[in-house]
């Protein structure tokens, strides 16, 4: 068997092991509160219910989009796009893409982690992962509690802070690729 | 004849396209649900009412504890703009408010498990941490311009 593709499949192994021990753990958590609270316990699982019916279609479509990854990307393209060689088309893509991503942050962990192995730079997925938190939708909500100036002044702040955490993912990641020290 | 040999290709081509986008899907549906869980707990238990009754009235300490609260808070940002509204009414400085709001959104402790599994270990702790960080600045940034402005 090909090595990356048994590594790929212990780290898939891996990593289900550990989704698994994680989930079994907040069902004890969710066990052990119904004892003594068992009101608020069904009030949490409502509003977990909530979520995942409000998540269900960006879920759908963060699994479309992984597909496209899948089907049409080729690492190559991606690597040319969102990797090494990217330059600044690469950080103004990856602030348009968060900007412009909706839900959750952890619905779109998966289809980084694809881009990711495809060749896209930490640097970059630090830099998607921060502009999520740009949301232009909600803008006149916080116009309307905190002032058009303070909104504006924040959302530029966001961006700058963005590039900077990006920036210094990408040269502590440098350091450990020369040390060969792997993240896992 | 070599029309349909291309056609055979690209059909296996979506066919294991598809069973690889599903297979890197599902085996992180658990952590996903565990995430979503926990979420639910935080929004039953951690109440506008208890973050705000935690903050003291002193400038750095709030701030501090803005972004420390705005870490371990998840949920839906126009509750974050909610709760710090109500704040801001309550006399939170905006500087404390601001590093809660920026926090909300940035740094996600309830979902590092995730994070970390997916994204990698060391990348969801140096991301975090400097979205911690990068919470007060961004505050302190945000307040003083503001204040140059207005």
Do not use: C
């Amino acid at each position: 068997m090909n090595p990356n593709k048994n590594n790929k499949k212990r780290q898939q192994n891996k990593n289900l092991i550990y989704g698994f021990s994680f989930l079994g753990s907040v069902f004890i958590i969710y066990l052990l509160l119904s004892i003594f609270d068992l009101e608020n316990v069904y009030k949490s699982l409502q509003a977990s219910l909530d979520i995942i019916i409000q998540i269900l279609p960006i879920l759908i479509l963060v699994i479309l989009m992984m597909l496209f990854v899948n089907l049409l990307l080729k690492p190559k393209t991606v690597s040319k796009l969102l990797g090494g060689e990217s330059g600044l088309r690469g950080w103004l893509l990856a602030i348009f893409m968060g900007i412009l991503s909706h839900g959750p942050i952890y619905v779109w962990y998966p289809l980084l982690k694809n881009l990711k192995d495809s060749g896209m730079k930490s640097g970059l997925v630090a830099v998607f992962l921060y502009n999520r938190a740009v949301k232009i939708p909600l803008l006149p909500v916080m116009i309307y509690y905190f002032g058009i100036g303070f909104a504006l002044i924040l959302t530029f702040y966001m961006i700058i802070a963005s590039l900077l955490e990006g920036k210094i993912i990408e040269i502590t990641e440098h350091k450990f690729k020369d040390k060969g020290i792997k993240d896992v | 004849m070599a029309n349909k040999k291309i056609n055979k290709t690209s059909k296996e081509t979506i066919k294991t396209s598809i069973v690889k986008t599903l297979k890197s899907f599902l085996v992180m549906v658990p952590i996903l649900l565990g995430v979503i869980l926990l979420i639910g707990l935080f929004k039953t238990y951690i109440t506008p009412d208890l973050i705000s009754s935690i903050f003291k009235g002193k400038l750095f300490q709030d701030t501090l504890l803005g972004s420390l609260i705005g870490s371990i808070s998840a949920g839906n940002p126009i509750s974050s703009f909610i709760i710090g509204g109500e704040l801001l009414k309550e006399g939170v400085s905006l500087f404390a408010v601001t590093a809660f709001i920026v926090a909300w959104v940035t740094v996600g402790l309830v979902q590092l498990p995730a994070e970390a599994s997916i994204l990698g270990k060391r990348f969801a702790l140096t991301r975090n941490f400097l979205s911690f960080i990068l919470a007060i600045v961004v505050a302190i940034a945000t307040v003083l311009t503001l204040r140059i402005f207005t």
